[in-house]
């Protein structure tokens, strides 16, 4: 079957490691029988400078005609100094709301090859594996009333922490389908001992949890609770789910435990569309220097093929190429340490799509 991916590389690093993804499609295209096309189009900055959106319209014409997303990273300085709806960020943010992407799934797993590149002892981070579920369309994000004015001879900066009942339902149901599959607990992060917002958050998945999913294990932590747990003892977590800012938040933390935020991939997923994005940012102090790591854009690739175009055996194969990569000791820059060799972000991919060619020679 044919399928078509929106391919947005965005901004600074972004640029160069969908190139790699799209080197890794190419050889599953000619090698093991997926029939993908791609075409591609600007978000973030270069969306701005092609046509004065961050989210061009002819952007928006191409997502809604194609079976998944493909996106690189958005932002940069140069564009820092415009108004905050013309921003890169804002481009992302628009396509998130409206491809309705409300469930972010950001897997932080521990590889075994990479224990010694995180900033915390191996015995700590061993067996690592942990699914963020982050509510990514609503909360304080999206809240009304928002904005900066004059209250009081001062000014004044609100934003608004709001869920909807069904809103919180839909995100909890997610991840405890999530963990069914995985080690079946969840943990719902939240702020229940201040904000009302949470206190209605934490009620809710209670009783869906007490409704439809009994044979889950589930938690509840604060917030701030969380984040210290995170790296006291991150294997106490299998799924968090948490509202957007928050996982936000924790997300990063998350990824850090395992070494490396350029390993990361993550799947957006709403009712209708699908994006697949790294969960690391444009990088631009090493832009254009073909030593960003595109693993993180390749695994999305291999989400991509397993959650949107019903191929787990070629998802199951690129993330086995991957990690015989790393089995291999090839690594970019951010890899390496105790005076490691490295490859570049071209060589990176190359290496993947060798590992792929090898395995089907074998
Ligand atoms: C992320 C990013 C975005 C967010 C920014 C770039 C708007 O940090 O995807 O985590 O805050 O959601
Ligand atoms: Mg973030």
Redesign the pocket.
């Known amino acids: 079957m044919s399928v078509k991916i929106a391919v947005l590389p965005g901004d600074g690093i972004g640029i160069e490691i969908v190139d790699e993804a799209l080197k890794v499609l190419d050889v599953l295209n000619k090698h093991f029988g997926l029939d993908a096309h791609w075409e591609k189009a600007g978000i973030g900055g270069a969306g701005y400078d092609e046509s004065g959106d961050p989210y061009p319209e002819a952007t928006q014409k191409l997502v809604h005609a194609c079976d998944a997303v493909l996106l690189g990273a ?2 940069g300085p140069k564009w820092e100094s415009l108004a905050k709806p013309l921003r890169p ?1 804002a481009g ?2 628009r396509i998130r709301e409206d491809l309705g992407l409300f469930a972010n799934y950001r897997p932080s797993k521990v590889q075994r090859q990479l224990l010694d590149a995180s900033t915390l002892k191996p015995e700590v981070i061993e067996g690592v594996d942990i699914l963020v579920v982050r509510e990514l369309v609503s909360g304080i ?1 999206f809240g009304k009333p928002r904005g900066i004015e004059e209250r009081d001879g001062e000014r004044y900066g609100f934003n608004t922490m709001g869920y909807r009942e069904s809103e919180i339902r839909r995100i909890a149901r997610k991840a405890f389908e999530a963990a069914r599959l995985r080690s079946n607990r969840v943990c719902s992060v939240e702020k229940a001992n201040v904000l009302d917002v949470s206190e209605l958050w934490r009620s809710v998945v209670i009783e869906l949890h007490k409704e439809e999913f009994s044979d889950v294990e589930l938690s509840h932590m604060y917030v701030d609770n969380a984040a210290m747990q995170l790296i006291r003892n991150p294997r106490q977590f299998d799924v968090i789910v948490t509202g957007n800012l928050f996982g ?1 938040i924790l ?2 933390e998350a990824s850090m435990l395992t070494g490396s935020i350029g390993m990361l991939p993550s799947a957006s997923i709403g009712e209708k569309f699908a994006m697949y994005e790294p ?1 690391h ?1 444009s990088a631009p102090d090493i832009a254009g220097q073909d030593k960003a790591n595109p693993l993180a854009t390749i695994l999305s690739v291999a989400m991509m093929l397993r959650f949107s175009l019903d191929r787990v055996d070629l998802a199951d194969l690129l993330e086995r190429a991957v990690e015989q990569t790393l089995d291999a000791g090839v690594r970019t820059v951010d890899l390496a340490f105790n005076g490691e060799a490295s490859v570049s972000c071209s060589g990176m991919g190359d290496a993947v799509c060798k590992q792929l060619l090898a395995i089907s020679e074998a």
């Open positions: 958005v932002g960020e992302l943010l994000y936000d997300s990063d969960i940012g």
